[in-house]
């Protein structure tokens, strides 16, 4: 497993935009997939977004298709969630991921995310 540190985040008004970053310890980052997902209260975390480990394949939810971008940096030991034009219903508690053999291993702690009207 690796530890995983989130940053960013925030109260924005809604058609603005914020980037959350997820910050990795250890050697290995590089050769991971990673992922965003959020969650809101009572509902199932939800995927938003995948980035593969080299950063040549990325992957998308429809609800956030045009407005997010994930990106990473493997010198950095980072990934990243570019979010624009933000709605209310992206208000959320964002949380990064790591691939491992069979599935997620490994969570961030969570960053919320609030997008007011």
């Known amino acids: 497993q690796v530890h995983l540190v989130q940053s960013g985040g925030g109260l924005v008004q809604a058609g603005g935009s914020l980037r959350i970053s997820c910050a990795a310890s250890?050697?290995?980052?590089?050769?991971?997939?990673m992922a965003w997902f959020r969650q809101t209260p009572g509902q199932a975390r939800e995927l938003v977004a995948t980035?593969?480990?080299?950063?040549?394949?990325?992957r998308y939810a429809d609800s956030v298709l045009g407005r997010f971008t994930i990106s990473r940096d493997n010198a950095k030991n980072t990934v990243y969630l570019q979010m624009n034009s933000l709605k209310p219903e992206d208000t959320a508690t964002y949380y990064c991921?790591?691939?491992?053999?069979?599935?997620?291993?490994?969570w961030g702690q969570g960053t919320q995310v609030i997008v007011s009207t």
């Open positions: 991921a790591r691939w491992g053999s069979v599935g997620y291993d490994s």
């Open positions: 250890g050697s290995t980052f590089s050769a991971h997939d």
């Open positions: 980035i593969s480990w080299s950063g040549d394949s990325t």
